[in-house]
């Protein structure tokens, strides 16, 4: 009885409460259809009507749906310009209402809101439109679990309607945990949320007036965005080419499969900062195509040092990585003509990503941590006559790897030559390989610095194709010049160019160039040092230029603000090759050399000169140097070195390249034909230079020959040679470059001199052998205006007889006055023939005991003093067949003693007139023939 008693209690309990339900939710139901549209009314300050067809309510569900809702416009003018959008939803749905609060406090609390198939459309406010200035009232807060929108799609529209500047389509929207009030209503997002989830089908978005955005089957989560098919486009096209870019931006069109970023925050901080985070932004497969902007006149920017920075402004934005894979990036003119640049196959990953106020202030606007840029191909049009093309690029944040690397002419060498260029230089280069390791770049203090480990060239090839305009050239070198030659701080450890190539077009060639460049820094503005320069293995060649040409070039800019210093330099195992204009083949060289300096240095004073630096020490050691000095001669030497003034020279050689007979039949006057080897040349503290004003200069303290061996030969066949002869003083005296050589040493050399008359059976010969010579102040009389005598003692054997002579004049004396004083001993007088038959007709027998000369003389004229003793003299008088005369040779045998017995023979050596059309030489030979004659009574 009492279990069915409370059966019937429950049941009629659970009967009162379904009935009251039902009651309630009939009066709720009433109430929401009578007062909603008053609530919606009452509070509804809007500019917009807000209507819909059909409301269902329950109770027991606490659920509230709305059916053919539509947002319009008041008819009213006086808040027409606040209008902003429009819209039509299918249904909109509401689950786990509090309806207490919602019609008490006028807040909304729901569990879920599902809003079907919304058609927004977005209204841009006129630039000219007044804000209206009534006050928006909301309720106090909207606390929604979930929100989701589903099947949306929203456009924008310009202000006037006209023009639609986004699309998205089939949208499909998941917010969980809004919530809204009066705090969050004046925030840039006016609401917040927990997490959310967004689907687009299709979107487009206008950028600007020049660009729109397209994607589609985006899905947007807060773990990450995905855009597939992701373009941004250019609005104007000319077909399928691309328009002119007239702007002051670059126009972009950039085409990718896939955009993927990963675990997106953003939003606005409390300040109303914007802030962005992302773990990954993925491009894959990406095209982009740039049309430059248009030039544009350079605006006064501020300088950055004076930008204030707010470091509250932490990280606005802040990407862990970024990624492009197999990308392509091409840049167009503005014209959109051709490509200004290219690369393909990019592979870009970049860490660490941070752009807020402090780096927005900086050099570089951008922070990260570390990068790595691959790609197959690049090329750039450096301007209108070069482009730039590269195979591979490997490039890290401490690495950098490029392959195949080439600067390349676009234009023909004529082309370059007969039209005007902004570049005045035509340039071929190429580097099959550059790598640069543990590479450090930034900016400190506003001033850009790099630092590497090792920057490292193979078999590089640079050629000068042409250069033009060398006026233009040198003042662009000049301006240069200004600015440094390394306009930032630089430090690299070590540079390194094998197996290289350097060309200017006709002008010199360096081949298998081996660079070393070790401690190299760069302080901006102050000094260039390096530790060591060494050069291996290369070949240098040089080629002669016109006259013209040298000239020109000979004029250097009296602007360089640089010092550069190298503590070590060197050339190692080098060859050097000079050609002369309009030749195939050198025609000198310097054999396998090694070249050292200590301490060069660069300086505004150094440049000016020839020499444009300074040294302390230098060293040159070659195997020998070969020099084709013209048709008839050859230089060669052996070993050749040169340390610190200290020189030395072995088997020096200067010789004809043709036969006697060969030479004389090609002269058209008579000729010497010389013929000289030396053993050995040293010098002692040998100076050269060429000073400020382009003269040369050669000073030493001592050069001594060793093993001299000349020969002399005319052929008297050739007409005469009746130019003026200068004497050697007038030779000194006008010089036209510094000679100052304290003291000459020639030891165990000889010197012949033959002469060859037409007619003459064999050649008259003066030979000087076992000569032991000391000549000083040897000095030119460039830019002089006195110099102290030169004099040359002279000891040798004369055709066998022992002969010492002192010689002395002086280069500044114009009247060429000389004394020159010595004798002969013991020479045999048949030694003379060669020398006597040709000259005097005659033949002598007998021996010389002593000869005694002393003659001072000018140009014109010479006197002396002149003796001799001999004995068995015998004279053989010659006809011109050099057949004897035997009636006048027995008749000068009978005038002439036989013997001087212990007596010497004198005559006065008087107005012997010298022939100009004769060396010196002849006419000091003249002298000593009249002294013969008259002492041996030949007429």
């Not at 899905?219 to 096209?237: A, C, G, T, V």
């Not at 003291?743 to 030979?767: F, H, R, W």
Request: proline content about 3%; aromatic content about 10%; glycine content about 4%.
């Amino acid at each position: 009885m009492i279990v069915k008693k409370w059966i019937k209690i429950s049941s009629i309990v659970l009967a009162s409460v379904i009935a009251i339900l039902f009651v309630l939710s009939y009066f709720i139901t009433i109430l929401i259809h009578q007062q909603l549209p008053n609530i919606i009314a009452e509070k509804n300050d809007t500019p917009y009507n807000f209507s819909y067809q059909e409301v269902d309510f329950s109770i027991l569900r606490s659920s509230l749906s709305l059916n053919d809702i539509e947002v319009s416009p008041k008819d009213s003018t006086t808040i027409k310009d606040s209008i902003d959008v429009t819209g039509k939803i299918k249904q909109i749905d509401v689950v786990g209402v509090n309806f207490f609060k919602l019609f008490k406090n006028k807040e909304l609390a729901a569990l879920k809101i599902k809003i079907k198939q919304p058609e927004v459309n977005y209204y841009q406010p006129s630039v000219k439109a007044k804000k209206d200035t009534a006050e928006v009232k909301v309720g106090q807060s909207i606390d929604i679990n979930s929100l989701e929108i589903e099947g949306g799609n929203f456009n924008l529209f310009s202000s006037s309607g006209k023009d639609r500047l986004a699309r998205v389509q089939n949208i499909n929207i998941d917010f969980d945990g809004i919530y809204f009030n009066k705090r969050t209503v004046e925030k840039k997002i006016p609401f917040q949320f927990s997490n959310f989830k967004i689907e687009v089908d299709t979107m487009v978005f206008r950028m600007n007036n020049y660009q729109y955005m397209v994607s589609s089957h985006v899905k947007w989560s807060d773990e990450e965005l995905i855009l597939n098919d992701y373009r941004l486009k250019p609005i104007q096209k000319d077909g399928t080419k691309y328009a002119p870019n007239v702007t002051d931006a670059d126009i972009f069109d950039i085409e990718s499969p896939k955009l993927v970023l990963t675990k997106t925050d953003w939003g606005f901080d409390n300040q109303d900062k914007f802030y962005f985070k992302s773990d990954l932004i993925k491009f894959s497969n990406p095209t982009i195509n740039i049309i430059a902007a248009k030039a544009a006149k350079a605006a006064n920017k501020q300088e950055k040092s004076n930008v204030k920075i707010n470091k509250s402004d932490a990280e606005l934005i802040n990407v862990k990585r970024f990624e492009i894979e197999n990308g392509s990036v091409k840049m167009w003119y503005p014209d959109a003509s051709k490509p200004k640049f290219y690369i393909n196959n990019v592979v870009c990953n970049i860490d660490g990503i941070k752009m807020n106020s402090i780096t927005k202030a900086s050099e570089i606007p951008i922070d990260y941590k570390t990068f790595k840029i691959k790609l197959d191909s690049m090329y750039y049009e450096l301007n209108e006559v070069q482009y730039l093309r590269a195979a591979k690029l490997d490039f890290t944040t401490k690495n950098l790897v490029l392959q195949d690397f080439k600067m390349k002419p676009l234009i023909k060498n004529n082309q370059f030559k007969n039209n005007y260029t902004s570049s005045n230089t035509l340039l071929d280069i190429e580097a099959p390989i550059l790598k640069m390791n543990n590479n450090e770049w930034g900016f400190n203090n506003s001033q850009f610095y790099f630092k590497t480990n090792a920057i490292k060239l193979d078999d590089v090839k640079v050629q000068i194709i042409n250069q033009k305009n060398e006026k233009t050239i040198a003042k662009n070198a000049e301006k240069a010049a200004k600015k440094f030659l390394i306009n930032f701080d630089l430090i690299v450890d070590t540079i390194q160019v094998k197996k290289s190539q350097f060309i200017a077009n006709k002008k010199f060639d360096f081949k298998n160039v081996n660079i070393t460049l070790l401690g190299l820094k760069n302080f901006y503005s102050k000094e260039l040092i390096a530790n060591q320069l060494i050069v291996k293995n290369p070949n240098f060649t040089l080629f002669g230029q016109p006259e013209r040409v040298t000239q020109r070039e000979a004029v250097t800019s009296n602007s360089f603000n640089d010092i550069i210093k190298i503590k070590n330099t060197s050339v190692q195992n080098g060859t050097l090759n000079m050609i002369p204009y309009g030749r195939k083949n050198p025609n000198l060289t310097l054999k396998t050399f090694n070249l050292d300096f200590k301490n060069i240095k660069f300086d505004p004073t150094t440049i000016k000169n020839s020499i444009p630096f300074l040294y302390d020490n230098v060293l040159l050691h070659s195997k020998g140097l070969d020099f084709e000095m013209n048709e008839i001669y050859q230089l060669n030497t052996n070993d050749l070195k040169f340390h610190n003034g200290d020189l030395l020279v072995n088997n020096f050689k200067l010789i004809p390249k043709i036969s006697r007979s060969a030479f004389v039949s090609n002269l058209k006057k008579e000729q010497d034909l010389y013929t000289l080897t030396i053993n050995q040349i040293t010098g002692k503290q040998v100076k050269w230079n060429i000073d400020e004003k382009k003269d040369f200069n050669l000073n030493a303290n001592l050069f001594t020959l060793n093993g001299l061996d000349a020969n002399i030969f005319r052929s008297k066949t050739p007409p005469d040679d009746t130019s003026r002869k200068s004497m050697f003083s007038e030779k000194l005296r006008k010089m036209k470059f510094g000679l100052a050589i304290k003291q000459l040493d020639i030891v165990q050399s000889k010197l012949e001199y033959a002469e060859e008359g037409p007619n003459s059976i064999g050649s008259g010969k003066l030979t000087f052998s076992n000569i032991n010579a000391i000549g000083k102040n040897i000095n030119s009389g460039f830019k002089k205006k006195s110099l102290p005598d030169l004099t040359l003692d002279w000891k040798s054997n004369f055709m066998g007889g022992n002969m010492f002579v002192k010689w002395v004049f002086n280069p500044m004396h114009t009247a060429e006055n000389f004394s020159i004083k010595g004798h002969i001993k013991n020479l045999p007088m048949q030694n003379m023939d060669p020398f006597l038959r040709p000259y005097l007709k005659v033949s002598a027998e007998g021996n010389f005991d002593e000869v005694n000369f002393n003659i001072n003389g000018n140009d014109n004229i010479a006197n002396g003093k002149f003796d001799i003793s001999y004995n068995n003299l015998k004279l053989n008088l010659l006809k011109d067949d050099m057949s004897e005369r035997k009636v006048l040779s027995a008749i000068a045998n009978v005038a002439v003693s036989k013997n001087t017995a212990g007596n010497k023979k004198e005559a006065e050596i008087k107005g012997v007139e010298r022939d100009h059309q004769k060396s010196f030489f002849n006419f000091f030979l003249a002298s000593l023939l009249d002294g013969l004659k008259q002492t041996l009574l030949i007429f």
